[in-house]
C-alpha cells in the first residue's frame, strides 16, 4: 500500500461545495471537489427520498493514503464527478466523527466482500438508507479485470433505473442480517478459561521471528499484549512475558516506530516492522504508551521507559493543542508523497551531521545508500549498539552520545520540512484515553509534566465538550464543538478521569468519573442484556442500533465502560455498578467463548473482577517528602487490578469515600494503606515494606472461577 501520488494543485479545478461549513479536517479536504457532496444531515437524506435518488456514501478519514489516491484519482475528476451527482446524492462521512456509520457500513460491506473491508469505504444505500452495493477503493479505470469506478457508477445507475425492485429486496436482506448479527443474546458466564483460551491464540498466531501476532500487514496489538501481561503476571508464565518483549522490542527498533521524533505508525506493511503505513494516530500511541509502561514495570527494563517518554513528549510536543485537548492524528502523506517526510539518504544526514556523525547515526540507523524502502532509508535499528560500534571502531558509549546529539539535530532538521498534513478536531473518546496514558506516566515515571497535560485535556474536555445537562459531545475544532457523543466517549473519559484521580488525587475527577458512568448506564445499557449500544438511547433513528462488543482499532467501548464501572463500584462500594459490568461482558458471552482473542479489553476486565482489586490508600500532602517517596514505590509495581484512593490532611475532612473512612496519618507521617476485601494489612510509613506487603500470591488466585 505504498508508492508516489503527486498531486498538481494548481491544475485542480476550484469548486466549493456544503462540506465547506464542516470542521472535520476530511470533509474540508473534499470541500473543493467538483462531486456535489453533502454531509450526512437531513437535507442530503431528504432529497435522496424526495427524489427516490439511491446515495452513493463514501467513509474515510484525514490521514488515510488511499482515501487521498481516490480523491485525487475520481473526486478530483470533472468527468467521475459528473456521473456521480447525475445519479446520486453523494455524501461524504468522516469515520472519525461518527463512528456510528463506519461501524454500521463496515459491517454491510464486509458482509458483500466476504469479510473483507477498509478505507475508502464505498457504500450504495438504498434512499431509506439501507446498503445494497459496497467496495473500498475503487480505480478510476478499467483494468485487469477489475471494472473501474466509472463502470461501478454507470453499472449502480442503471440497475437502479431498470430494476429498482430486485435492489430494494437485496437491501431488505442484507439488512435484517445485520439486525440479526447485532440483537442482545442470551448471556453467558465467562471466566479465567476463556483468557487461557485467548493466550493459546495468540501463542499459535505469534511470530518467533519477529514479534507481534499473523503475518503481513501487522498491527501494535496493545490490547492483547496488556492482556498478556496480566497473565503472565497471575501464571508466571514466561512465554507470555516472551511474547510481549519480543513485540515490544521488534517494534521499538523498526521503521514503525519514528526513530527521529518519537510515536508510532499505525501499522506494518510487512513482517519485521520496517516499513510503515506512515500515519500516526493519537489511540495507537495512547495504548502503546501504556503497554510499554506496563512492560517497564514489570521488566524493570529501561528500554521500555525510553519508549515510553519518547511517545509521551512526542504528543506533548507535536499533538497537543492550546486549549489542552490532544489532536487526532498526522498524515502518511506531505507534498502527495506516502512516507516523504520521514525518508532519508546518507547525503542528507550528511549534509546535517557533518561526515563523521553521519557515518555513526546511518549505521546505527540502517541509513543507506541504496536505502530500504523506494530507493531511500526508513530509520531503523537492525544491529545492536555493540556491533556497530565494534564495526566502527568506537566505544558504545560514545556511539550512544553520538546518536543520541546526532538525532535531536536531525529532528529539528526534518521540522524544516514540509509536514504530513495534522488532523487538529479533537475527540473525546481519543482524548480520554491520551489522559489515562499521561496520568499512568506520571503514576509510573514521576514526569510532572505528564499529569499537568492530562489535567489540563480534562479540564479542556469537561468545560467545552460537556453540556449543561451532564451530555457530552463528540468532536471539537476551530471554536466549534459538536455531535452528539458516543459510547466510547463516555466509556474512555470515565476511564481517563478514573486513571487522573488515581494518578493524583483530585477528587473532583472521580465525581466526574461517576457523572460518566451514570449517564452510560442511563442511555446506552440494554435493560434486558446488560449490553452497551454505540448510539444513546436519544440519537437519531438509523437502520439498526451497533451493539459494541468485539475490540477492534481501539479496544470495545463496552469493555472499557465495564472496566469504568468496575473500578469505580470498587471504589464507592457499589455492588450495582459491579453487577453491571458483569452483565456487560457476559452479554458477549457466546462470541467470546468462540472468539476469545477478539475480546482482550473484555478479559482484561473478567481478570479485575474475578481477582477483585487492591485498595491503596494514601494519606498525607502531596508535596511532603515521605507521601512522594510512597506514591513513587506504588508506581514501581505492577499492579493492573487496584484502585487507588487520596487524601491531603492539611485540606480538611476526607471526602465521602468508603476507602478513606477511618484512615488518616500514623505519628504524623505519610501513611498508605493496603487493603483487599474488607481487610487491612499493617498501615505503612515506610516505602521499603511496600514490595513485601504487594506480595500477595494468594491474592491473585482466580483459577477456574468464573463471573455469575
Known amino acids: 500500500m505504498n508508492g508516489s501520488h503527486e498531486i498538481d494543485k494548481e491544475a485542480l479545478p476550484r469548486h466549493t461545495n456544503r462540506l465547506i461549513h464542516e470542521t472535520s479536517p476530511y470533509l474540508l479536504q473534499h470541500a473543493h471537489n467538483p462531486v456535489d457532496w453533502y454531509p450526512w444531515k437531513e437535507e442530503a437524506l431528504r432529497r435522496a427520498r424526495d427524489e427516490n435518488r439511491p446515495i452513493l ?24 464527478a459528473d456521473l456521480m451527482n447525475q445519479h446520486f446524492v453523494c455524501i461524504k462521512v468522516d469515520r472519525e466523527e461518527r463512528p456510528d456509520l463506519d461501524q454500521i457500513y463496515m459491517a454491510a460491506t464486509m458482509a458483500l466482500n466476504r469479510g473483507q473491508g477498509g478505507w475508502p469505504m464505498t457504500v450504495f444505500l438504498t434512499p431509506d438508507l439501507q446498503p445494497f452495493f459496497a467496495g473500498t477503493y475503487f480505480p478510476p479505470r478499467d483494468g485487469l479485470g477489475r471494472p473501474g469506478f466509472p463502470t461501478i457508477l454507470k453499472r449502480i445507475a442503471q440497475f437502479w433505473r431498470e430494476q429498482p425492485d430486485a435492489l430494494r429486496t437485496q437491501s ?28 493459546t491464540h495468540f501463542a499459535a498466531t505469534f511470530d518467533p521471528a519477529f514479534g507481534g501476532f499473523g503475518a503481513a500487514p501487522k498491527f501494535p496489538a496493545a490490547t492483547a499484549l496488556s492482556l498478556l501481561l496480566r497473565h503472565h503476571r497471575r501464571t508466571g508464565d514466561a512465554h507470555a512475558l516472551q511474547m510481549v518483549r519480543m513485540t515490544l522490542d521488534a517494534m521499538a527498533r523498526g521503521g514503525i516506530y519514528d526513530q527521529i521524533g518519537g510515536g508510532f505508525a499505525r501499522y506494518s506493511t510487512d513482517e519485521r516492522w520496517l516499513v510503515p503505513h506512515f500515519e500516526k494516530m493519537l489511540y495507537d500511541n495512547a495504548l502503546l504508551a501504556r503497554t510499554y509502561l506496563e512492560a517497564f514495570q514489570v521488566t524493570r527494563d529501561s528500554s521500555y521507559r525510553r519508549i515510553a517518554t519518547e511517545l509521551l513528549d512526542y504528543i506533548l510536543r507535536e ?14 502523506d506531505s507534498e502527495g508523497v506516502e512516507g516523504k517526510f520521514y525518508v532519508w539518504t546518507p547525503v542528507e544526514i550528511e549534509a546535517i551531521l557533518g561526515e563523521e556523525e553521519a557515518r555513526r547515526f546511518c549505521a546505527y540507523y540502517d541509513i543507506t545508500s541504496s536505502g530500504n524502502w523506494e530507493g531511500k532509508s526508513i530509520p531503523n535499528i537492525r544491529r545492536a549498539a555493540a556491533q556497530v560500534a565494534t564495526k566502527l571502531g568506537v566505544s558504545v558509549e560514545e556511539l550512544q552520545a553520538s546518536v543520541d546529539r546526532a538525532r535531536s539535530t536531525v529532528y529539528e532538521a526534518r521540522r524544516k520540512r514540509v509536514s504530513p498534513g495534522l488532523d487538529d478536531k479533537i475527540l473525546t473518546a481519543w482524548n480520554g484515553m491520551m489522559i489515562s496514558a499521561m496520568a499512568e506516566g506520571y503514576r509510573i515515571l514521576g514526569e510532572k509534566g505528564y499529569f499537568d497535560a492530562a489535567v489540563r485535556a480534562a479540564d479542556f474536555l469537561l ?10 459531545l463528540r468532536t471539537y475544532r476551530a471554536g466549534t464543538a459538536h455531535l452528539h457523543a458516543y459510547l466510547e466517549d463516555y466509556a474512555y473519559l470515565c476511564e481517563g478521569l478514573i486513571d487522573l484521580y488515581e494518578a493524583g488525587g483530585a477528587v473532583q475527577y472521580l465525581y466526574a468519573a461517576v457523572s460518566m458512568a451514570e449517564r452510560l448506564l442511563a442511555d446506552f445499557a440494554d435493560e434486558e442484556s446488560g449490553a452497551f449500544y454505540t448510539t444513546s438511547r436519544g440519537h437519531e433513528a438509523l437502520i439498526l442500533r451497533h451493539l459494541e462488543g468485539t475490540d477492534g482499532a481501539i479496544p470495545s467501548g463496552s469493555a472499557v465502560a465495564a472496566s469504568a464501572l468496575a473500578r469505580l463500584s470498587f471504589h464507592l462500594d457499589r455492588e450495582e455498578w459491579r453487577r453491571a459490568a458483569e452483565r456487560a461482558i457476559s452479554a458477549h458471552g457466546k462470541q467470546i467463548a468462540l472468539y ?7 478479559l482484561a476486565v473478567v481478570d479485575l473482577l474475578l481477582e ?24 514501581r509495581h505492577y499492579l493492573p487490578n487496584r484502585i487507588i484512593a487520596h487524601h491531603d490532611p492539611t485540606e480538611g475532612d476526607p471526602p465521602d469515600l468508603p476507602l478513606l473512612r477511618g484512615k488518616g496519618l500514623v505519628d504524623g507521617r505519610a501513611t498508605l494503606y493496603l487493603c483487599r476485601n474488607f481487610t487491612c494489612q499493617t498501615p505503612i510509613t515506610d516505602p521499603a515494606q511496600i514490595a513485601e506487603a504487594l506480595n500477595l500470591p494468594e491474592w491473585r488466585s482466580t483459577d477456574g472461577k468464573r463471573l455469575t
Open 57 to 80: 456514501l463514501s467513509i474515510g478519514y484525514s490521514t488515510c493514503h488511499w482515501c487521498h489516491v481516490m480523491a485525487h484519482e475520481s473526486f478530483e475528476s470533472e468527468a467521475i
Open 172 to 199: 431488505d436482506e442484507i439488512t435484517e442480517r445485520l439486525r440479526e448479527a447485532h440483537r442482545p443474546s442470551a448471556p453467558l458466564p465467562v471466566g479465567q478459561s476463556e483468557v487461557a483460551a485467548a493466550v
Open 319 to 332: 499533538m497537543t493543542a492550546p486549549e489542552g485537548g490532544f489532536y487526532s492524528a498526522t498524515d502518511a
Open 463 to 472: 468545560s467545552t465538550l460537556l453540556s449543561s445537562d451532564g451530555r457530552l
Open 596 to 602: 476469545p482473542h477478539a475480546f482482550a479489553k473484555s
Open 612 to 635: 477483585r482489586p487492591v485498595d491503596l490508600c494514601l494519606i498525607g500532602a502531596p508535596t511532603e517528602a515521605g507521601c512522594e517517596a510512597l506514591r513513587r514505590e506504588i508506581g
